[in-house]
């Protein structure tokens, strides 16, 4: 029996706060290094319980992304990971579910940087690969990312976009996608 809940960071307590590092730490092969878990934090979890475990997390958090002369109001999905032995029923589309809810109630936009596993979940469910080039505003102004070019997805709310343009988003500490 599984639950899907939803809660700002500010209202999830230690420990589930800490079950859902131990779960994104597990999920990544590559590991979730101390900036990932840092920008999964301050917006709204999506967590899914089976029973008293902790087997699906994700975030979405307010960034600025600048497009078309504008520095549009984005929601920004972070932490997205299933427990292994559960993925492959719906987990996954389950918590995007929720925060697309979120993206779509509160932001201009919804935008995160895909892992090769996840590409397909998200453009089933209507994300659309930005196939322009993107890049980030630095201390020392902005910067090409062509590393992160392809596997940055948005899911568009208020407007149209032209996802063959520019997109440049938001500077922080670790990786800016
Ligand atoms: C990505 C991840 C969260 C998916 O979780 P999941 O619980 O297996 O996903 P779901 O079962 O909800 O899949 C939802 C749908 O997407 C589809 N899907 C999932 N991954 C897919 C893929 N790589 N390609 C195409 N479709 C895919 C599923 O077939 C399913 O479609 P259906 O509902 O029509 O059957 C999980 O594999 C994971 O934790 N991966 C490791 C961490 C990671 O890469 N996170 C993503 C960071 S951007």
New binding site residues.
């Given amino acids: 029996m599984t639950e899907v809940r939803s809660a700002h960071t500010a209202d999830l307590d230690i420990a589930t706060l800490t079950a859902a590092r131990a779960l994104l730490d597990a999920?990544?092969e590559g590991g979730f290094a101390e900036h990932d878990w840092e920008h999964a934090l301050g917006g709204v979890h999506a967590l899914i319980w089976e029973g008293a475990e902790l087997i699906?997390h994700a975030s979405v958090v307010q960034r600025r992304l600048l497009h078309d002369g504008r520095a549009l109001r984005t929601g920004y999905v972070e932490g997205?990971?299933?427990r292994a032995v559960?993925?492959?029923?719906?987990?996954?589309?389950?918590v995007m579910e929720v925060l697309e809810r979120v993206v779509a109630g509160a932001y201009e936009l919804g935008a995160?940087?895909?892992?090769g596993?996840?590409?397909?979940?998200y453009a089933?469910r209507g994300w659309k690969e930005w196939r322009g080039p993107t890049a980030a505003l630095t201390p020392a102004g902005i910067v090409r990312t062509e590393e992160e070019d392809g596997g940055v997805y948005v899911f568009p709310v208020a407007r149209p976009l032209d996802l063959s343009g520019e997109l440049v988003c938001d500077w922080r500490d670790g990786d800016v996608w």
């Fill in positions: 999920a990544f699906g997205v990971g299933v559960r993925r492959g029923r719906g987990h996954g589309a389950a995160l940087s895909a892992t596993q996840a590409a397909g979940l089933a």
